[in-house]
């Protein structure tokens, strides 16, 4: 799964692979791209409802994204609350027959007031497990992801996350989709051999993966990796 503009980025470095990897289902396109599934993406559920009940959301939509965070574009009661709001996103992107995918980020735990909040001896991810968000975020949802992209540097740390929180998420709901994040810039530049290393250690773990250029950064290590993973140099 990943973005239109990700994939566009990725074709006019190689568009052979960009071909290969997402135009077929069961890739997801965030805006739509030739034979992927069509989804669409949401900070906010208020807005998401919004637009449900204004139908802007176009006919061809099959999938749709929930991803609260840690920034101005989540509402701060939605970020304060990302369970009660991850199960309204999910209830109502049902009630429209959609694919809902939901993808609360662990930067969540960094608000302080909130209930989850991280203590001072927690490292962020050991907070997220901690509050149980992945596990109630799985719960009804059809697909969760994982965002352990800052970790991808670290193939160890990042299985070890991507594990503990995957078993969460399966133990809500055996059936869920498990996808885990990987950037080609997580606060950090990528390379090609780094993603490639995050993506075989969960391998084993995770259903498949969402990919991001981390605003537009780095196509051709986004395509170098690909390719390594498609069986090219």
Not at 81 to 102: C, E, K, M, N, Q
Not at 159 to 185: C, E, I, K, M, Y
Request: no cysteine; glycine share 6%; net charge negative.
């Amino acid at each position: 799964m990943t973005s239109r503009s990700t994939i566009a980025a990725i074709a006019a470095v190689d568009s052979r692979i960009a071909s290969t990897i997402f135009e077929n289902a069961p890739a997801i396109a965030l805006g739509g791209w030739p034979g992927s599934v069509h989804g669409r993406a949401w900070a906010s559920f208020t807005s998401f409802e919004d637009d449900v009940k204004a139908a802007r959301i176009a006919t061809e939509v099959r999938a749709v994204m929930y991803d609260p965070e840690g920034w101005a574009a989540t509402p701060i009661e939605e970020r304060r609350d990302p369970v009660t709001h991850v199960h309204r996103f999910v209830s109502l992107a049902h009630d429209r027959g959609y694919f809902a995918i939901v993808t609360p980020h662990p930067n969540l735990v960094e608000l302080p007031e909130a209930s989850f909040a991280r203590a001072a001896t927690e490292t962020r991810e050991d907070a997220y497990l901690r509050s149980g968000i992945a596990e109630e975020a799985a719960r009804h949802a059809d697909a969760f992801e994982i965002q352990a992209q800052r970790l991808q540097n670290d193939p160890g740390a990042y299985r070890d996350f991507v594990s503990r929180t995957a078993a969460q998420a399966r133990a809500a709901n055996p059936g869920v989709v498990v996808l885990s994040g990987l950037s080609t810039h997580p606060g950090y530049a990528a390379t090609p051999q780094m993603l490639y290393a995050a993506w075989t250690s969960v391998n084993d773990v995770v259903d498949g993966h969402y990919l991001s250029l981390a605003k537009g950064r780095l196509p051709r290590v986004a395509a170098g990796f690909l390719r390594m993973t498609a069986g090219g140099s």
